[in-house]
């Protein structure tokens, strides 16, 4: 049965009494919303529907003291990245000069490996579809997708600096690239991805693009230091009394004329002065018009339903010990066998079904010429583990398959492309696998801009504008997450960055005279 719980709300006794606040979710927005709220001295209570604290940051541990992440792997930049700023100082991240890269060696299906002066200059192509050293989006049409906008890059790069002469080649690069922005954006295809979404929207910061974290510790370290403060190499802390685990929150009842929020779980109502609501978009496009009555703005309808919400597998393979080489980091597949005209191969459709999916072309499964990358990006924490990462549908077909079938094909992909460099290749002993796009917490893995977001005007400030009292501005219901940075969205440092702003927004109202 439900029980009304009151919390404190009286906004004139500021100083003696902040008043109440829920937050909904305890990924790093809701934790650190939350626990700069208690410091604060207001009575927070934290509803996470999970039986776990990070949400989309998530470190697994399995055999002899590995360890993995599921979710967030990397910390993107350094300078003006809260997470950055804060970790660093503790010796907790990868110094410079021993960051590990995605992978790389590029493959082909013969099980060649492709060149260093080829592969440089592939890699010089995907640095001009995002950076845009030469200014030549000012010759294309704006409104644009990243497909379009990449084709026009890789037409005008390969005639001014020469990747290839081949035709096929040409074609196997373009995927090559798409792929990886899939993985960048957690997109099905890059004709549904802005062609603006890298520039002035989604900011790049300055420093190594890709920190990782120095073994023992892990993003399960930054959810540790928000909440206790300190750091240890077993992770040990004890959550602090206010934040409430299995409590999935079903309504959120508001007034715009209204003093207090009324919060609903399954089993306990609490009416709280304000509410900083921090599920993901994913969790939005699913339940935005049951969770909130009355129902949101049109204008936050209208960019919940039109920025993209991707999705993206990883797929961690453990093997009894390493059958490659200490130096091997990873590599992309190049298939350069395949007729991209060829609808039926397009793995990136929209609209395929699982059985298209799983329709087995030369005895390879359509979804498995998804796969961006098979690495080993883990030597420090994983040394035994190989991976490979799948973005978009193909992602979610396979968090709806069984490990077995999944192993099955992603080992036969290893074969196919590294044995001719480690002719050993062993039986693995493990799969470990996330399964963001069906976990209803979730729906998938981070926001990017669509070509829909531009049409529509819509952006990640929509998602983040709070529901106010009209009479007092008191915030009422607030919105936090990655998805709601202007341009750190689809990142740790974002999500963040959003709950500092949303605690600020209380703060500073609660102060107001
Ligand atoms: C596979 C993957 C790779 C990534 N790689 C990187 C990376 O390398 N670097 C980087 O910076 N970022 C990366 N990201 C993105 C980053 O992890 C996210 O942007 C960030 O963790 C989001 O945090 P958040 O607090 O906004 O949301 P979340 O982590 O989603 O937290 C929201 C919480 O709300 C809970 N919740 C949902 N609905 C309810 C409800 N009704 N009631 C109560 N609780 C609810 C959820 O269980 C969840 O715990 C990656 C993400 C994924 C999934």
């Not at 693995?428 to 981070?446: A, C, V």
Request: include cysteine; charged fraction near 20%.
């Amino acid at each position: 049965m439900r029980k009304l719980k009151k919390l404190h709300s009286s906004k004139k006794s500021f100083r003696q009494n902040p008043g109440s606040v829920a937050v909904i979710g305890g990924g790093i927005a809701g934790l650190k919303a939350a626990s700069m709220l208690h410091a604060a001295g207001y009575n927070v209570t934290l509803l996470e529907a999970s039986d776990r604290i990070g949400g989309r940051t998530h470190t697994i541990w399995f055999g002899n003291e590995s360890y993995t992440e599921l979710g967030a792997e990397w910390v993107h930049g350094e300078r003006n990245n809260s997470i950055f700023q804060l970790m660093n100082p503790l010796g907790v991240l990868q110094p410079r000069g021993q960051l590990r890269e995605f992978g790389t060696d590029y493959g082909l299906p013969s099980g060649v490996w492709l060149q260093s002066n080829l592969t440089s200059n592939m890699r010089e192509y995907l640095n001009y579809t995002w950076f845009d050293p030469e200014d030549w989006r000012e010759e294309v049409h704006i409104n644009v997708s990243q497909g379009v906008w990449a084709r026009y890059v890789l037409e005008r790069f390969n005639r001014t600096y020469h990747i290839t002469d081949d035709p096929e080649m040409f074609e196997a690069i373009y995927d090559w690239a798409h792929r990886t922005s899939n993985a960048e954006e957690s997109a099905t295809s890059w004709f549904d991805v802005s062609g603006n979404d890298w520039g002035d929207r989604y900011i790049w910061l300055y420093g190594e693009p890709d920190v990782r974290w120095k073994p023992p510790y892990s993003y399960h370290t930054l959810a540790q230091f928000i909440l206790s403060g300190s750091i240890s190499e077993d992770g040990n802390f004890t959550l602090p009394d206010y934040i409430k685990l299995n409590q999935k929150v079903e309504s959120i009842q508001y007034s715009t004329n209204g003093q207090t929020v009324n919060v609903s779980t399954q089993d306990e109502t609490y009416s709280v002065d304000h509410v900083i609501f921090t599920g993901s978009l994913g969790v939005l496009k699913a339940n935005h018009a049951t969770l909130f009555t009355p129902p949101l703005s049109t204008r936050k309808q209208l960019a919940i339903n039109n920025i993209g919400f991707g999705s993206v597998i990883k797929i961690a393979i453990e093997f009894a010990e390493p059958w490659w080489t200490p130096t091997f980091e990873g590599l992309f597949p190049v298939w350069n066998d395949i007729d991209y005209s060829n609808e039926t191969l397009h793995y990136w459709r929209l609209d395929l079904t699982d059985a298209e999916l799983a329709t087995e072309y030369d005895g390879i499964p359509l979804w498995v010429r998804a796969i961006l990358t098979l690495f080993n990006v883990d030597s420090g924490s994983a040394p035994n583990v190989l991976r490979a990462w799948v973005a978009g549908n193909p992602a979610r077909f396979l968090d709806r398959q069984n490990s077995s079938y999944i192993q099955t094909h992603v080992v036969n992909a290893m074969r196919q492309f590294l044995s001719s460099q480690f002719p050993n290749i062993t039986e693995p002993i493990n799969l470990y696998k996330s399964n963001w796009g069906e976990d209803s917490n979730f729906g998938g893995t981070y926001s990017y801009r669509r070509v829909e977001s531009d049409a529509e005007n819509v952006w990640a400030a929509d998602l983040g504008t709070p529901i106010l009292n009209l009479a007092t501005n008191k915030p009422l219901v607030c919105f936090a997450g990655e998805a709601t940075h202007p341009h750190y969205y689809s990142t740790v440092h974002g999500a963040y960055d959003s709950a500092v702003r949303e605690v600020d927004r209380i703060v500073a109202w609660g102060k107001m005279d």
